[in-house]
């Protein structure tokens, strides 16, 4: 082998191993490129797996806060709801026992009414073979209201020997020292067969202050008259401001 030839020889090995060293460099750069992306792709993913779990944690909790919050929120609703009924319940079975009551005593009242019409039919046939009653003014009063208006109550009580109804009618006049006034009756004319209550309201004219009161009645030819002073008694109290605002005239019986 002459020196050209083991030249040559040694040059070969030479690239031989160089390409060898360079092939591994190559290999330890792709090894530790593929490592370094693994870490890096596995801290990465880590990461981001991580902060997924603590987003789905916190509305997970979030979801739980609100389903507690709700839930609680069902129950005092139906406590209310619960109470409300129980509520409900009671208030029925006190309005059917009241209503009960009512009933019962609206029947009572019904019978006790029909015996005492039965009696008075009794009475007043005794009475009116007896010769009748004779026309009389049972009660009378004047009250005062707002805007100068007053409310008038007369019963008036006669029963004719012949047991008919008779026509009845009143005349009221407002008297003083120099003046009298006739009060407008409504209606103008009654039916009297008993008692029969007349009940009215009246403006009294500007200016005039009456010292007295007639009362006149006519019925069946027979006639009755009351002569009564102004007097109003205590002050009526919590009137109110209106005409409009007062309730209707009261049908009670006059208490003499």
């Known amino acids: 082998m002459t020196s050209k030839d083991c030249l040559a020889n040694t040059t070969g090995r030479a690239q031989k ?26 801290k990465l993913g880590y990461q981001r797996g991580f902060h997924s779990m603590q987003t789905e944690t916190k509305q997970a909790l979030i979801n739980s806060t609100e389903a507690t919050k709700a839930l609680k929120e069902l129950r005092h609703s139906n406590k209310i709801a619960t109470n409300q009924a129980v509520t409900a319940k009671q208030e029925l079975a006190i309005s059917l026992a009241n209503l009960k009551e009512l009933r019962e005593n609206q029947q009572e009242l019904t019978i006790e009414n029909k015996q005492v019409a039965q009696l008075n039919e009794l009475y007043a046939d005794f009475i009116s073979q007896k010769g009748g009653m004779p026309l009389q003014i049972l009660g009378a009063k004047i009250e005062p209201l707002p805007e100068n208006a007053f409310e008038y109550g007369f019963d008036i009580g006669m029963l004719a020997s012949d047991g008919e109804a008779k026509r009845l009618k009143p005349t009221l006049t407002l008297l003083n020292d120099n003046d009298f006034v006739e009060v407008p009756l409504d209606p103008v004319t009654y ?28 019925a069946g030819g027979q006639k009755a008259e009351q002569l009564y002073d102004w007097k109003l008694g205590d002050r009526v109290d919590n009137l109110p401001l209106s005409l409009l605002d007062l309730p209707e005239v009261d049908e009670s019986p006059i208490e003499p």
Do not use: D, N
């Open 17 to 42: 191993g160089a390409s060898t060293l360079v092939l591994a460099l190559f290999v330890v750069v792709v090894l530790v490129t593929a490592g370094v992306s693994l870490i890096f792709g596995h």
């Open 191 to 218: 039916s009297i067969e008993g008692i029969t209550r007349i009940r009215g309201r009246f403006m009294m004219p500007s200016g005039f202050k009456p010292l007295q009161v007639k009362l006149s009645v006519q």
